[in-house]
């Protein structure tokens, strides 16, 4: 066979293209495998406060809760500093409270409550390692035991995934049950099993960055754990154990 130089110029064009193809494929097959997860708490973490006394404070100065409930959520908020807050009694409590109320309403209102106050606690450090996550390949997820409501408004704006305690919402209304497992302790150890699998990701090839000590089941299975500003259970464990320790705030 006889090839004209225009069949031959065709013949080397094509070559080359699919050389570059097949490496531009196998350079997006060794970034997905590369790939990670950088999981994020939320409260202490990204954020330097505790989202949930934030929102009773922003609720005080409106007078839209009683001194009563205050001096409630402030207890539990120690009672979770020092890590002997029962997680299901203080949800089941919480859902005794919202039943039957107006989501729409209370996602307006987290959404001012984000805007006023929450986005002033978000801790600049945390945002910059989270964006060298992103810059490296890995995708950032936050997991944080507080509620849509609160945390959608954080990594919405920071343009991260999340995950959440979920309350149930049928016809606007909250049921007073919560959706799946709650993002707390050993829930956030499923979740995070269940987001790395549906990405082909393997725990040991992700970080965890923390505060608190209850995260303490996730932080022993993943690849890079780091305890940031970490309580005093924590900060034992992490020396313990030689983890990572940072403070970001």
């Not at 009694?89 to 729409?104: E, I, S, T, Y």
């Amino acid at each position: 066979m006889i090839l004209t130089p225009q069949t031959k110029v065709f013949l080397t064009f094509f070559s080359l293209s699919h050389l570059e193809i097949h490496g531009l494929v196998e350079q997006n097959q060794q970034l997905a495998t590369n790939m990670a997860i950088a999981f994020f708490d939320m409260d202490k973490t990204l954020l330097s406060k505790s989202s949930g006394v934030e929102y009773v404070k922003f609720l005080a100065r409106r007078g839209m809760i009683s001194r009563r409930e205050m001096v409630g959520v402030f207890f539990v908020s120690v009672q979770y500093s020092l890590n002997l807050m029962d997680f299901p009694k203080a949800m089941a409590r919480l859902n005794a409270r919202v039943k039957g109320g107006d989501a729409q309403a209370t996602r307006a209102l987290c959404e001012t409550f984000f805007r006023q106050d929450l986005i002033h606690t978000i801790a600049p450090a945390a945002v910059a390692r989270a964006k060298q996550h992103v810059a490296d390949g890995d995708e950032v997820i936050v997991l944080s035991a507080s509620t849509q409501f609160v945390v959608l408004p954080v990594a919405d704006y920071l343009g991260f995934a999340a995950r959440y305690t979920e309350l149930e919402i049928v016809d606007n209304h909250f049921t007073g049950r919560i959706v799946s497992e709650p993002c707390y302790g050993e829930g956030k150890v499923y979740w995070a099993k269940r987001m790395a699998q549906e990405r082909g990701v393997a725990l040991s090839d992700c970080a965890f960055y923390t505060d608190s000590h209850s995260d303490r089941p996730l932080m022993e299975l993943v690849g890079r754990p780091v305890a940031v500003n970490p309580d005093r259970k924590l900060l034992a464990l992490a020396k313990d154990r030689g983890w990572q320790i940072e403070k970001f705030y």
